[in-house]
């Protein structure tokens, strides 16, 4: 059993490479759990780490849909879940009212209609549980949002059913994999907390770095490969409000290329200065650079 799933680890762990994404097999191993258990994955960790990216490639191998729910303050449950259709339910009762007279209704069956499938939208939570085949449901940032937004994620994650009030409560046809997403930017409550389970995503290794970057920017010569990866890898243990994420660093190799930098030495330095915004993206990080920081960091490359 043991070597079972060992062999399936290493399986998924190869198909996520083949489709772009180097993953631990730390992280491997909770993906299977979640598919296993039916749990959603929460996964923290910095802005910049690749959490998104995880849900978009497990879509993409599952050969599946990906639904979206981006968090931000003052997200509630109606832009998360559902609304009505308003204009058309406004318009369908002055209509009802013009021809009342020719076809009337009494006032249950008036509302009954108003509040029908057909007014319905659906949001991202609706439409993940109403799938016929089981999508990768995105939950992003989910921090941004408030506690009071945890609060109706409760049901969803606990049954997979929600409550419409007007047309009861709707079960799921298939149940998603959930990927929940947190940036660590507030504390998340104790009882999300407890329906998932969990994953924590560092910044890359230089091992893992270089395998990335070699597999984004294949064009890269490998020496300038590396010495980005160390370049990047020396930058993060600095003293930065935004330290550069895996994502800073393919950009950053790509502004290189643009100007024919394919190596990084102190001689090169102004050089690369002007391929800094690629990399350094506020203005107090950016001011911790000057020509002899980046000479001597090109330097020890």
């Not at 947190?182 to 893992?208: F, M, V, W």
């Amino acid at each position: 059993m043991a070597s079972e799933r060992l062999h399936e680890v290493g399986g998924l762990q190869d198909e996520l490479a083949q489709a772009g994404y180097i993953a631990e097999r730390s992280l491997v191993a909770a993906l299977l759990l979640m598919q296993d258990l039916g749990r959603p994955l929460l996964l923290e960790g910095d802005a910049g780490v690749g959490k998104t990216e995880v849900a978009k490639v497990l879509a993409q191998i599952r050969g599946t849909r990906l639904i979206r729910l981006q968090c931000y303050e003052g997200l509630d449950a109606h832009a998360a879940m559902y609304e009505w259709n308003y204009q058309r339910q406004l318009l369908a009762i002055k209509l009802l009212e013009h021809g009342e007279r020719a076809n009337s209704k009494d006032l249950a069956q008036r509302e009954q209609d108003i509040f029908s499938e057909r007014y319905l939208l659906e949001r991202p939570l609706l439409q993940a549980i109403r799938c016929e085949v089981p999508p990768v449901l995105l939950i992003d940032e989910v921090d941004r949002a408030d506690e009071a937004f945890e609060a109706y994620l409760l049901e969803l994650l606990s049954d997979y059913q929600l409550s419409i009030p007007e047309l009861g409560t709707v079960r799921a046809k298939s149940i998603p994999l959930v990927v929940i997403t947190s940036n660590g930017t507030r504390e998340l409550s104790d009882a999300l907390r407890r329906r998932c389970l969990y994953q924590y995503i560092d910044y890359p290794d230089h091992a893992k770095e270089l395998a990335i970057v070699r597999q984004k920017a294949p064009d890269a010569p490998a020496a300038l490969a590396a010495q980005v990866v160390a370049f990047v890898q020396s930058v993060r243990h600095m003293e930065l409000q935004k330290k550069p994420g895996i994502a800073e660093t393919l950009d950053w190799t790509a502004a290189l290329l643009r100007l024919d930098i394919t190596v990084l030495d102190k001689d090169g330095a102004e050089q690369i200065m002007e391929t800094l915004s690629a990399l350094i993206k506020t203005r107090d990080d950016r001011v911790a650079f000057p020509r002899e920081v980046v000479a001597r960091l090109a330097a020890a490359c």
